[in-house]
């Protein structure tokens, strides 16, 4: 197991890092690979995460949370997806963005109505940004509108590429409530599935992550509480932003534990695959393959955890913007790349074993490219990265 207490995490970490190995390794590791065959999300088995206390680590205990702080929850997703990548995937959508988002944000009513049905596992929850024509201009594009009628708000627009999206009960969905303001226009709001006007357009067939639901979700003159407005209306950036920083560091330690594994399975196979008389391992170019796997993981591994530090001591109003926001980026930036080259050697020492679908590493490679994608493209992360460099 991962020596957390090395990285300057104390003993409280590491067992909770233990615990959510040892629950991941017996109970979701066998799960992973009819999850990927089927593409289906076991209810039961997310629900269950609520009886070993891991769901709502961050939100506060008086609506039902462990009140930790997000490296507790990095860490679980860490540890997670080194067993099961697609729950880790759904867990962190559905913990961080939506519950952590809102424990910082939201009404105590809001807190009150929702958290405690994400914290013992009633309510998978989702996070409504990007859309058709809003990707990484994710704030300038925005074309999903809201106005106010009344005591409700009505929404209209589109959501896609939505994780947990088709299964969510809950969703913490971005609109312009003042368009002619562009970005300084935006709300954030919570959505019910029941909500009259919302429904789910489609479940996205993806090339990875397929046991984690993905979808396209439709806001049809979407009848909402003027009281599920989550902070002031026109301000959802501040609410987007206080997010996204957190998002991007948890998301690295996601990325930590797919690499951890791929690591595993390369050196066993290395150590077992015979060629020419005599272990692969024996061969020096697949010692280079291995070094090279083993120096992004730890590299990876160590920036992630001194970045969560780092965001621990972040007060809620100064995230999304100077250095926590550069470093945050920073992270995942290097995470995203270096899973991708971990995967790629993963998959050459595995040979033609790894193309097969069926194959662990296999699986380990599909998810990694959209590591690079999500939260903020890989270029994008360059781009703040950059940027907050010549502001110093």
Not at 9 to 34: C, E, G, I, N, T
Not at 56 to 77: F, K, N, R
Not at 218 to 236: H, K, M, Y
Request: aromatic share 8%.
């Amino acid at each position: 197991m991962t020596d957390i207490t090395r990285y300057g995490f104390d003993q409280d970490y590491q067992q909770l890092f233990d615990l959510v190995d040892r629950y991941s390794k017996d109970v979701l590791h066998p799960l992973a690979d009819p999850m990927d065959n089927e593409d289906f999300f076991p209810r039961d088995a997310y629900r269950a995460l609520a009886e070993i206390g891991i769901l709502g680590l961050t939100v506060p205990a008086e609506y039902g949370g462990a009140g930790l702080d997000e490296s507790a929850q990095a860490l679980a997703a860490h540890a997670m997806a080194k067993w099961n990548p697609s729950m880790s995937l759904s867990y962190i959508a559905s913990d961080n963005l939506f519950a952590h988002n809102l424990s910082r944000n939201g009404s105590d009513y809001l807190k009150e109505r929702y958290l405690p049905k994400i914290c013992d596992g009633t309510y998978l929850a989702a996070l409504g940004m990007t859309e058709p024509g809003a990707g990484s201009d994710a704030l300038g594009s925005m074309a999903t509108k809201a106005r106010r009628e009344g005591d409700n708000y009505i929404l209209n627009g589109r959501k896609l590429y939505i994780t947990n999206g088709p299964e969510a009960d809950v969703i913490l969905v971005y609109a312009k409530t003042s368009p002619e303001k562009g970005a300084q226009g935006i709300s954030a709001f919570v959505v019910e599935k029941d909500f009259p006007g919302f429904q789910v357009a489609q479940k996205l067939d993806k090339m990875g992550y397929r046991g984690s639901p993905t979808g396209e979700l439709v806001f049809d003159d979407c009848v909402v509480p003027a009281s599920n407005i989550v902070g002031l209306e026109d301000r959802g950036v501040r609410v987007m932003m206080s997010g996204l920083d957190i998002e991007r560091a948890v998301l690295a330690a996601h990325c930590v534990g797919l690499c951890e594994r791929a690591l595993e399975l390369s050196v066993e196979h290395a150590k077992t695959r015979q060629q020419f008389k005599r272990p692969i391992g024996d061969h020096q170019l697949v010692q280079r393959m291995l070094a090279h796997m083993y120096t992004d993981t730890a590299s990876m591994r160590a920036f992630c955890y001194l970045i969560l530090r780092e965001c621990c001591a972040v007060e809620a109003g100064e995230a999304g913007r100077g250095e926590i926001h550069m470093r945050t980026a920073a992270s995942v930036l290097l995470s995203g790349m270096a899973i991708n080259r971990v995967m790629d050697n993963g998959m050459q020492i595995h040979g033609g074993m790894g193309f097969m679908r069926e194959t662990e590493i296999n699986r380990l490679y599909r998810c990694a490219k959209v590591l690079e994608i999500g939260a903020g493209t890989r270029e994008i992360r360059e781009l703040i990265v950059g940027s907050e460099l010549l502001k110093l």
